[in-house]
């Protein structure tokens, strides 16, 4: 600034030296710093914004990641289950066959050369106490 000045003519440097001037001078300085300061304190919360945004994405996706792999945990569980479930349906079905009372008489029957009974069968007691 005081080279300005001084290419300036003696006498308006003279002028530009009075204590108005000074202090006018002096303010304007004062406001340029304090808008670079602003401009600074501007820079770093632009900074400190960006910073704050790229760690709540980043957390995001972590957590997008987290929900993608636990829904293909679930998905394969489901069908696990789907696949566990329908294996027990044919096992029933094939217990129900084996204890089937007329696959149990064609087996006695024919294998067996057992005898189905006329008259149902009669039960008798016997006391063990009486035999001796």
């Known amino acids: ?16 030296r009075t204590p108005e ?5 002096e303010y304007k300085h004062i406001q340029e710093q304090k808008k ?16 704050a945004v790229a ?5 995001n996706t972590i957590m997008v990641v987290y929900v993608n792999n636990s829904l293909n945990e679930i998905n ?8 566990k479930k329908q294996k027990n349906e044919i096992l029933t079905r094939e217990i129900n066959y084996l204890e089937s009372p007329e696959r149990i008489t ?8 057992l005898i189905q009974p006329k008259d149902a069968p009669k039960f008798v007691n016997y006391n063990i ?3 001796k």
Request: aromatic share 8%.
């Open 36 to 51: 670079t300061s602003v401009f600074n304190i501007n820079r770093l919360t632009i900074i400190y914004f960006t910073v």
């Open 21 to 25: 001037k000074l202090i006018e001078n």
């Open 106 to 113: 064609e087996i006695t029957t024919s294998k067996l050369s």
């Open 76 to 83: 394969i569980l489901q069908k696990e289950l789907s696949d």
């Open 55 to 59: 760690a709540i994405l980043l957390i």
């Open 129 to 131: 106490k009486s035999v």
């Open 1 to 16: 600034m005081d080279k300005f000045i001084r290419n300036i003519g003696n006498e308006e440097y003279q002028k530009a």
